[in-house]
């Protein structure tokens, strides 16, 4: 089945550093990226939607030049987080569709990464 | 805009229990619905995808139907293991053809020995 991998799975940084987080889609090509933030126990919050060779589109309330995202390919998609601060401490997790597997096969998640702003 | 709620938020069963998880969504035209399960700190599992035009999917314990038109989904688990403990989240995408997908509140299982 479709594979998803993220890395990496946990960081700690400190404030004011910059941090990149990489999704790969293993086993299909990946047109449509999407990045989540997940406070603990509380559901996904979508940040952006990022589709390959184009600017990444971004929620309301996401600040696009702290979040930056690129999909320069159809297999790797890239968030990152700059001039992280003990706020933007959270799970954030990406994931992959490639065209035709919305309808026929859904969605596939990476594993997440666990990111602390000291 | 599509609303998901999941209920209950929080079940606890002893260990063999056949349960059922709910899941309802307002807006009916969708193309599917996609049940998943997270672990603590983890990333999202996909357990069943139903396609609007299915009344149901089984993968193993698992049990998953779909009714568009009440727009309920419901997820049965048969004879429940501790190692089935984690928050169950079903999922829709939006109906205007785009590809975001709306989530559940989330269901968190614990299932006891």
């Known amino acids: 089945g479709a594979v998803v991998s993220q890395h990496p799975s946990w960081v700690i940084c400190k404030s004011g550093t910059s941090v990149k987080i990489e999704c790969r889609s293993l086993?299909?090509?990946?047109?449509?990226m999407f990045w989540y933030r997940q406070f603990p126990k509380q559901s996904l919050m979508l940040m952006a939607t990022?589709?390959?060779?184009?600017?990444?589109?971004?929620e309301q309330g996401v600040e696009k030049d702290k979040f930056l995202i690129n999909h320069a390919s159809l297999t790797l998609s890239t968030l990152t987080v700059t001039s992280a601060h003990p706020e933007d401490s959270s799970f954030y997790i990406c994931?992959?569709?490639?065209?035709?597997?919305?309808?026929?096969?859904?969605?596939?998640f990476g594993s997440g990464t666990r990111l602390t702003v000291v | 805009k599509q609303e998901v709620t999941q209920i209950p938020a929080a079940l606890s069963v002893p260990e063999g229990e056949n349960l059922v998880l709910n899941c309802s969504f307002t807006?009916?035209?969708?193309?599917?619905l996609q049940w998943f399960r997270q672990d603590p700190g983890k990333g999202l599992t996909s357990l069943l995808l139903?396609?609007?035009?299915?009344r149901e999917q089984t993968s193993g314990r698992l049990n998953a139907s779909l009714d568009k038109s009440s727009g309920r989904s419901t997820l049965y688990i048969a004879a429940s293991q501790p190692g089935d403990s984690a928050t169950y989240l079903c999922?829709?995408?939006?109906?205007?053809?785009?590809?975001?997908?709306?989530f559940g509140t989330g269901t968190q299982l614990k299932v006891e020995l």
């Open positions: 086993d299909f090509q990946a047109t449509t």
């Open positions: 990022s589709n390959e060779g184009s600017k990444a589109t971004y």
């Open positions: 999922a829709v995408p939006d109906g205007g053809g785009g590809n975001k997908l709306t």
């Open positions: 994931s992959g569709v490639g065209t035709g597997y919305r309808v026929n096969y859904g969605y596939t």
């Open positions: 807006d009916s035209a969708i193309y599917n």
């Open positions: 139903i396609q609007s035009s299915q």
